[in-house]
């Protein structure tokens, strides 16, 4: 029955879905893979949080309704967990409130608003809340982003703890690194940051807390409704990023004092579980995020020294 869900699947869609089944089908049973191919074609919620920098819950809430928006507040702990996901010990780091628009056409009227426009609020998908609540952030914290561009994850660092603590944000890529340059402004962010690789980041440097949201294929956010889906995921992409992967995961051991989370926007075990097995020894969380229609497809592993 399974396998006959996945044909109609392909059926109904001209795309090349067998790519993607044959680099998951050695890692997961059909369920699981019938669970993250539904998941890729569903369309999301529009999602967001508030910048504390700027603003709070209650008024983003307040002008959300005064300009006839329908939206939700959902808790991101509850969510995981009606979801089935292991949580364990980490259970109360989850407890973070963030906000989904109820219709998703209303997003073209979502960023007229002034608490778009002013940086009060910042779209953001809510598996890319989880490497940052992880990092257990303190005030005191020295904390480097290896991979930081287009800037979420520096952002949301900086929105949880009102601008304190030390964060160097890294990105080689220039166009990126602009655009990470433009979102830190728009949110009143106080982030140091260098354009170059990470890779070129000196060991003698030490950070309490690293983290890097590597760079990825990219097949926990597929859009499997886009019929050209062959040409940006492909072998070539995915051994480019492992080799990255693994050159990356290496030079943050290197930097790390304390913590270190690992995270990539892929479901693919060679980009995740293969990459820091070699550190199995100082893995304290783990944990798999399979797309659908609240969460894109994601791992994040949390690391302490």
Not at 25 to 51: A, E, H, M, P, Q
Not at 113 to 128: A, C, E, H, R, V
Not at 179 to 194: C, D, E, H, V
Not at 249 to 262: D, S
């Amino acid at each position: 029955m399974l396998c006959f869900h996945i044909k109609e699947l392909e059926r109904g869609h001209s795309i090349n879905i067998e790519f993607l089944k044959d680099k998951l089908k050695d890692f997961y049973d059909d369920k699981t893979l019938v669970k993250i191919i539904d998941g890729l074609l569903v369309d999301k919620f529009v999602s967001f949080r508030t910048n504390f920098i700027n603003s709070t819950d209650e008024y983003v809430a307040c002008e959300l309704e005064k300009n006839n928006l329908k939206f939700k507040k959902l808790n991101l702990k509850d969510e995981l967990q009606k979801r089935g996901y292991d949580l364990r010990e980490y259970i109360d780091f989850f407890d973070f409130q963030f906000f989904i628009l109820e219709n998703r056409n209303d997003y073209n009227k979502l960023i007229l608003l002034d608490i778009y426009k002013n940086g009060f609020i910042y779209l953001q998908n809510p598996s890319t809340f989880i490497p940052v609540i992880l990092m257990d952030l303190k005030d005191s914290d020295n904390i480097l982003d290896m991979c930081a561009a287009p800037g979420g994850k520096s952002l949301f660092i900086k929105s949880l703890k009102k601008n304190k603590t030390n964060l160097t944000s890294v990105d080689f890529n220039k166009l990126r690194y602009e655009k990470m340059l433009y979102n830190f402004k728009m949110q009143n962010a106080n982030i140091y940051t260098i354009n170059k690789s990470a890779l070129d980041l000196d060991d003698n440097l030490k950070f309490d807390k690293v983290l890097l949201d590597a760079p990825c294929s990219g097949s926990g956010i597929l859009d499997l409704n886009n019929n050209d889906i062959h040409k940006y995921f492909n072998d070539i992409l995915i051994n480019k990023s492992i080799d990255r992967q693994k050159k990356l995961f290496r030079k943050a051991t290197k930097l790390t004092k304390n913590v270190l989370v690992y995270s990539t926007c892929s479901i693919l075990n060679t980009e995740n579980e293969e990459i820091v097995k070699s550190f199995k020894n100082k893995q304290v969380f783990n944990l798999k995020i399979y797309p659908d229609n609240l969460f894109e497809g994601f791992f994040v592993s949390k690391f302490i020294f």
